[in-house]
């Protein structure tokens, strides 16, 4: 079926500096979402974006993040500067369209370690 | 906002059994819900969505209840085997102002099958 990958699967930094994580979507997709999950809680929402467009965020996408796809490329999730409490799994996902039974295809997750 | 909760954390069953994890939620204007399994250092793979209409809904090895009254769904392994040993999440979709969905998960249940 439809895959999401993401690079890279593990990434360990010191804190303060930037880091970027990479997913690549499902080719015909057009609805892109990154979530966050610590160790032993919920997965929860951070930002979605469609057409060049961060279109909702949660109070955990923090000023110092930021989403973008540049020219349908990778869409990426930069941190800058991380902090100790950015270390957590991040889960990119995309969906086909916008709507209420929309499936979103989730990646493998990339765990980020600040130090 | 809406707050899912879901049981157990862990579950030990020997093949042959059943197990069930459940999943209760707050917005009882929630109407799609999702579950999805995920085996260690894999992507999130979807079992099943269910619209709200519809209580019981059969896949191949596997039932999920939804008890609206209650704001209540849960995922029934009949006969599980060692390959369903995973983590598993339940989502439930709510449409935001704006109209976009986001997905609210529970904090998952790692199922381990023992042979």
């Known amino acids: 079926g439809p895959k999401v990958l993401q690079i890279p699967s593990h990434q360990i930094i010191d804190m303060g500096q930037m880091v970027t994580l990479n997913c690549d979507p499902v080719?015909?997709?057009?609805?892109f979402y990154w979530y966050k999950q610590i160790l032993g809680q919920q997965m929860e929402f951070l930002v979605n974006?469609?057409?060049?467009?961060?279109?909702?965020k949660s109070k955990l996408f923090k000023d110092q993040f930021s989403v973008e796809r540049p020219d349908g490329s990778y869409f990426t999730l930069k941190i800058q500067p991380t902090a100790l409490e950015d270390s957590a799994v991040y889960f990119c996902?995309?969906?086909?369209?916008?709507?209420?039974?929309?499936?979103?295809?989730f990646g493998p997750g990339t765990r980020l370690t600040v130090l | 906002g809406e707050q899912v909760e879901q049981r157990p954390p862990h579950l030990s069953v020997r093949e042959g059994d059943s197990a069930v994890i459940t999943c209760t939620y707050t917005?009882?204007?929630?109407?799609?819900f999702f579950w999805y399994k995920q085996e260690p250092g894999a992507s999130l793979q979807l079992l099943m969505k269910?619209?709200?209409?519809?209580e019981i809904n059969e896949g191949q090895g596997f039932t999920v209840l939804l008890n609206k009254k209650d704001k209540r769904l849960s995922l029934n392994l009949t006969a599980a085997h060692p390959g369903d040993s995973a983590a598993y999440f339940c989502?439930?979709?709510?449409?935001?102002?704006?109209?976009?969905?986001?997905?609210?998960f529970g904090k998952g249940t790692s199922l381990t099958v023992i042979p």
């Open positions: 996902a995309s969906s086909p369209r916008r709507g209420d039974y929309a499936e979103q295809f």
């Open positions: 269910v619209f709200s209409s519809t």
């Open positions: 917005d009882p204007n929630s109407y799609y």
């Open positions: 989502a439930v979709s709510a449409i935001c102002n704006t109209g976009y969905q986001n997905f609210y």
């Open positions: 974006f469609y057409n060049g467009k961060v279109m909702e």
């Open positions: 080719s015909n997709h057009l609805y």
